[in-house]
């Protein structure tokens, strides 16, 4: 085959040598196949046996694999000759062959149930033996991806409850759709044009929170490396803003005027977040920073709440979704408040609505790009889609397109 | 000088300038004039009146005399020009690096205009048949600036952009209150872009501000506007072009949205100098703009004020204006301060009046033809200097567009590259004799600076002023520590800002420095 295909982002126009289809490309795939299953429990994190099992008891299920196997399923649609290297089991070979692809197989066999040890051994025993590696997990699966130091750019797909790092792509569709436009040996990143994008690859940062920190309500990220990744940045998260390096007080001067347009009789479910969490300090409630919080007429009527509790205590009445931004990605739904799921945001939107928290610099740093809901369920997605209220400081507002990640970024 | 002389210059041994200035700035160590005080030092010294002593009433006698410095005519004088030479500004250096700021030349015979007894001793309580030469200023530049506008009427009194930009305000709650519709229209919606003062007004105000984002191509959403304007809607507040020099092609179409909803357009023109002669604010369906006399009209900025702003409304909002009004009935001028329905006093008396004075003169000088032709150079220069920093290698402006007459650019490549920060290349330039200035809120583009030539600058001063920033970026790029550790060339090396943001440090004032430091 000889036909060119540009490697660009969606703003460039500059064409780029890509490999041609007929050449072998390999991409590795490493899942975490327990990433994320803390999530929608309201645990903040998986990390750890125990937190794992705990998830399972809350009836949480198992969605790593799922979304490795739409990136994958993405990626061949795009690229149907690129060969798939992986793990034996629920570590990459049955989310590949999900996705109809006749994977190669490493030689290791990973403990049972798998551990970072064996997600660090994987990416070792690939080392240059692939052209690009996808992963799919979380922060802490950034981590062990690190630690097994790739020869080759790596591309995460977001499945984990933490995705600070800036190494994931927006959804597994999207992380698949970058990885066929790949081209390992396009032009390492140039100067910068005036549309500025890269070529190439890009360093990302990977960025992991203390979970058993984080459970006691104390977001301090850390850095923790870098990745190489490919330089498609339209497409890839950016990282999230920490919310030190917001204005200081401007998440008083937010809670202020949410605890101003605050309705009697109305109910209020509080996502996780330091703004969300100055809101319950107005109130004088003892509302978690990083778990959900349902909140009425001034009073606490229920903190950090699993999904199922709050499908109770959102029926019936009228309720509005008060969520922060995500960092510099623009997810206000689907990332770490997974506990507001397809089913508790349908019924939000039947009787209320949805109010956005961000500061106007959070806002800024998306560029143009919309806000995105990715609770997993495009009909769940598609009711909050159009311009929404982001209140911005006490008396100042800002509206926002959302849209839904799948929409935003089709497979 | 004769061929013969030229000739043995030449032969003697004089090394070729380099292609950058070797600039070196005064470095005086000068200390604060109060800590240069002595006991009983004095200037002036003045003979006893010989008029018999009166005993003042006790409200307004001071318990004890003021601290003022007790220095010599000589050490007075001396302190000033030291201080005057370790400064940086439009008079001895190629201030273009100031954007959104409009660092113009002011020309000298403007000054002398205001120095003239005529206008520098007048009074502000003078009868009005004695003062009929200013008013006639006063009134010539209103309607000098309502033609430029296409307004109907114009306010000279506040005294700065931001001042005008409140009595806008004003004159819309007021517009809205007088129709009965004061209450329910409580939302001012502006743009991210536009000059962070839109909304602190509106603020101020009592409104409740609704922000445009940008779009992916750097122009406010205009769906979203659609999606705010409605019965709350008190107006629009918009700056054409935004801080990042990108013109807002569809501003009628913002205008008419807003206008349907029955909310007023306001044009925040502080800086015009990309449109004079070119666009009109009433032309757009605008119903008040605004000018910053200092930032279009080359009056100076006066670090902080008093400066001067135009406030210029359409036929409908003239009941309101700040008042007293300067009127002319074909032979004489009058103050009208009868004027129920006004947003009252913006400031005392008439105004900035030695700005207006400059103004007046700087407009008289140009002309029509000369103002659309500042505009042209104004937006010609800025591309010109644009197409020079782009080819510096990691300088990009953000959005891909067309500018006018200023850009904020980013080097975000550059620090990519070699670590070093927006702020830091800025510090370098310095040392080469050259203001840079990064951005204000909001802080959207990564690594920013905001250049704005204006039309006072000549192509050698933007080419050079693009060596230097070439020069520096190669040198962030060869040597990232050589520029972080600037300045080497200047009056101070590295400030503290720390104190810059805490209450507990910062001293605008002597008074607060002894307090708070010397105590």
Redesign the interface.
């Known amino acids: 085959m000889t036909s060119e295909r540009s490697v660009t982002s969606a703003a460039s126009a500059a064409p780029r040598q890509a490999p041609a289809r007929g050449e072998a490309f390999t991409v590795g795939l490493v899942v975490n196949p327990v990433a994320g299953v803390g999530g929608p429990a309201g645990l903040k994190g998986s990390d750890g046996a125990e937190i794992q099992r705990r998830a399972l008891a809350r009836g949480a299920s198992l969605r790593a694999g799922e979304r490795a196997a739409q990136a994958v399923r993405a990626l061949l649609a795009r690229r149907p000759g690129a060969r798939i290297l992986t793990v034996p089991g629920p570590m990459g070979e049955d989310s590949a062959r999900a996705a109809g692809a006749v994977p190669e197989l490493l030689r290791i066999v990973p403990g049972a149930p798998s551990s970072g040890k064996d997600t660090t051994a994987a990416v070792e025993a690939m080392r240059d033996a692939v052209d690009l590696l996808l992963f799919a997990g979380g922060d802490g699966t950034a981590r062990d991806v690190l630690d097994g130091a790739p020869s080759c750019p790596v591309l995460g797909v977001p499945a984990g409850v933490k995705v600070y790092s800036g190494c994931f792509a927006v959804s597994p569709a999207t992380a698949g759709a970058v990885a066929a436009e790949f081209a390992r040996d396009a032009p390492a990143p140039g100067g910068t044009d005036g549309s500025g994008t890269y070529g190439g690859t890009v360093e990302a940062e990977v960025v992991d929170l203390d979970e058993e920190a984080y459970r006691r309500g104390a977001v301090s990220p850390r850095l923790y490396g870098t990745l190489r990744v490919p330089a498609v940045r339209a497409r890839l998260s950016g990282r999230k803003v920490g919310s030190s390096s917001g204005a200081p007080g401007s998440a008083e001067g937010v809670a202020a005027e949410v605890v101003a347009r605050m309705r009697p009789g109305v109910r209020y479910v509080l996502g996780p977040g330091a703004t969300t969490m100055a809101v319950g300090r107005l109130l004088g409630l003892a509302t978690t920073l990083l778990g959900v919080d349902v909140v009425q007429d001034g009073e606490l009527v229920a903190a950090d709440v699993a999904e199922r509790e709050l499908l109770d205590l959102v029926d019936g009445r009228e309720t509005h979704a008060v969520v922060s931004v995500i960092g510099g990605q623009g997810f206000v739904l689907g990332r770490g408040n997974q506990q507001i799921s397809p089913a508790v945001l349908k019924k939000i939107m039947a009787s209320g609505g949805l109010v956005v928290l961000a500061t106007q610099q959070k806002l800024a740093g998306l560029n143009g790009r919309p806000l995105l809901a990715d609770t997993g369920d495009p009909e769940a997605d598609a009711l909050v889609e159009g311009y929404v209220p982001v209140i911005t400081g006490h008396r100042e507002s800002a509206l926002y397109r959302i849209r839904s990640a799948i929409e935003e970024f089709p497979s | 000088m004769s061929g013969h002389a030229g000739d043995s210059f030449a032969e003697l041994p004089v090394a070729p300038k380099p292609p950058l200035r070797r600039f070196h700035q005064a470095r005086w160590d000068e200390p604060i004039i109060f800590e240069q005080s002595r006991p009983g030092r004095r200037g002036v010294a003045v003979p006893a009146a010989g008029v018999p002593a009166v005993e003042l009433p006790a409200s307004v006698r001071r318990a004890e005399p003021p601290k003022l410095p007790e220095m010599s005519q000589l050490h007075v004088l001396r302190h000033y020009v030291r201080l005057s030479q370790e400064n940086l500004g439009v008079d001895q250096a190629i201030a273009v690096g100031q954007g959104t700021c409009t660092m113009k030349y002011s020309p000298k015979v403007n000054d002398r205009f205001v120095t003239d007894p005529r206008i520098a001793e007048l009074h502000p309580l003078q009868p009005e048949d004695s003062v009929q030469g200013v008013l006639e200023i006063y009134w010539r530049l209103e309607r000098m600036l309502a033609e430029i506008s296409g307004m109907h009427r114009v306010s000279l009194q506040p005294a700065s952009g931001s001042a005008a930009i409140y009595a806008n305000v004003a004159m819309i709650r007021a517009y809205h209150a007088s129709r009965g519709d004061g209450e329910r229209r409580d939302q001012i919606i502006t743009t991210?872009f536009s000059h962070p003062s839109n909304?602190a007004c509106a603020?101020v105000a009592g409104?409740?501000?609704?922000?445009?984002?940008?779009?992916?191509?750097?122009y406010p959403?205009i769906?979203?506007l659609r999606?705010?304007a409605g019965p709350r809607t008190a107006a629009l507040m918009i700056t054409n072009p935004e801080d990042t020099g990108i013109f807002n092609p569809r501003i009628e179409e913002f205008v008419g949205i807003v206008h349907e909803a029955g909310g007023l357009a306001c044009y925040d023109q502080a800086n015009a100098n990309g449109l004079l002669g070119i666009t009109r604010a009433a032309d757009a369906g605008f119903d008040l703009c605004h000018f910053n006399l200092h930032k279009t009209f080359s009056t100076p900025h006066a670090c902080g004020g008093p400066a001067a702003g135009a406030s210029c409304v359409s036929e409908a909002l003239e009941p309101f204006l700040p008042g007293p009004t300067v009127e002319f009935d074909g032979e004489r001028y009058r103050l009208d301060a009868d004027r129920p329905r006004s947003v009252g006093k913006m400031r005392p008396f008439l105004g900035v009046t030695p700005n207006v004075v400059r103004a007046y003169a700087w407009i008289m000088a140009l002309g029509a033809e000369g103002l659309r032709e500042v505009a042209e150079t104004a937006v010609l220069n800025n591309n010109y200097l644009m197409h020079k920093i782009?080819q510096i290698?990691?300088?990009?402006?953000?959005w891909?567009r067309g500018r006018l007459e200023q850009v904020r650019y980013?080097w975000?490549?550059l620090f990519?590259e070699t670590g070093v920060h927006s702020e830091e290349i800025g510090v370098r330039a310095a040392d080469f004799g050259v203001h840079y200035w990064t951005s204000h809120h909001?802080?959207?583009v990564p690594e920013p600076f905001t250049l704005e030539p204006t039309e006072s600058y000549s192509k050698e001063d933007l080419d050079e002023y693009a060596a230097i920033l070439a020069h520096v970026a190669d040198e962030a790029r060869r040597d990232p520590e050589l520029v972080r550790g600037a300045p080497y060339n200047q009056t101070i090396h590295k400030i503290d800002p720390t104190s810059l943001d805490d209450p507990k440090q910062w001293s605008p004032t002597w008074r607060a420095y002894t307090r708070k430091h010397l105590a």
């Open positions: 991210m909304a603020k409104y409740e501000v609704i922000t445009l984002m940008p779009d992916e191509n750097g959403d769906e979203a999606a705010a782009l290698p990691g300088a990009s402006a953000h891909d980013s975000q490549g990519e909001p802080f959207l």
